[in-house]
């Protein structure tokens, strides 16, 4: 089960469903790739990758 936040100053989190890992980048901080099992509504897509640009 996957729960993030779009922030780190965040406090309230998204629960995303179910996640398989795939790989993950660097350290400190470490980027982490994630397989969801079903996709994100398309407001909480946008808004999540708005935060990721």
Known sequence: ??????????RAFYFLGPATY???EG???????WKLEHALP???FASFAAAVA
């Open 1 to 10: 089960m996957l729960f993030a936040r779009q922030r780190s100053d965040d």
């Open 22 to 24: 795939v790989k993950h």
């Open 42 to 44: 398309g407001d909480l």
């Open 27 to 33: 350290e400190l901080p470490m980027a982490v790739t």
